[in-house]
């Protein structure tokens, strides 16, 4: 989705950037073993209604394995931008240590300006071992959390929103973490920041599709964005939001 959504994009070298680092993602996916929570932790997280496994303290030593897979395919990786060696580079020679840290302040949203170059490649592998610690869940086991707005698994603010169409979901909208991958259902009369129903209105550009809509809230002044599965099928929460960063 991200490379056709690249075409005639004005942030085309960018998305195949991302591209690129999904292929790498989808690679290190493979025959993951990652711990899943225990019953203990299950049933206190559904006792008081929080999520499940906050991402920043319950990051999974596997993740350097990960990350360090990663950036060997990426370092050799055909038409990788070259001033992108550097910092795969530094990852690379980064120890244990320096490296939880600078997860540690990219999920607390505590990065400084020196660390966003990096960003993107330690947050991939992260998302791929949060998201296969999540897909080993049950529905039962995922707790109800308050707010509703943050996800019951990893406590992650949404990226975005996404109106699924077939079967039960149609028509629903399902707000989409872009941690672990989880998605929970909330209604869209609902603002997905402060659970307003007061205000709530969905915006889009002049001539645009409405595939990527804002739904923006004068209850507290937020937005974030919408993406339609009934205006284009083939929309992906994650692919699309970053594709309209124009």
Sequence with gaps: RIRQ??????????????????????????????????????????????????AADHIDPIWHQVLDGMLGQ???????????QPLIAELQRCNTD?????????????????????APFVMA?????????????RLADIPFTNPATICPVCATEPVAGVVRIGGKMAGHRYLHCGCCATEWHMVRIK???CESTKGVR????????????????????????????EKDPL?????????SLI
């Design 191 to 193: 603002c997905s920041h």
């Design 5 to 54: 959504l690249a075409d005639g994009n004005p942030i085309a070298d960018y998305l195949l950037f991302i591209a690129k680092l999904v292929d790498a993602q989808h690679k290190a996916a493979q025959g993951l073993q990652v711990a899943a929570p225990d019953a203990t932790a299950i049933a206190q997280a559904q006792q008081f209604s929080s999520p499940l496994l906050p």
């Design 98 to 118: 320096d490296r939880n840290a600078l997860a540690k302040r990219l999920l607390t949203k505590e990065l400084a300006a020196r660390d966003v170059g990096l």
């Design 235 to 243: 929309a992906e929460p994650l692919a699309d939001d970053l594709a």
């Design 125 to 137: 592998a992260l998302q791929v071992v949060f998201a296969t610690r999540a897909s080993q869940l």
């Design 202 to 229: 969905y915006q889009g550009l002049e001539g645009g599709k409405d595939v990527v809509l804002a739904e923006t809230c004068t209850e507290c002044g937020s937005y974030r964005k919408m993406v339609n599965q």
């Design 74 to 84: 990426l370092a050799s990786a055909d038409g990788l931008p070259e001033a992108l």
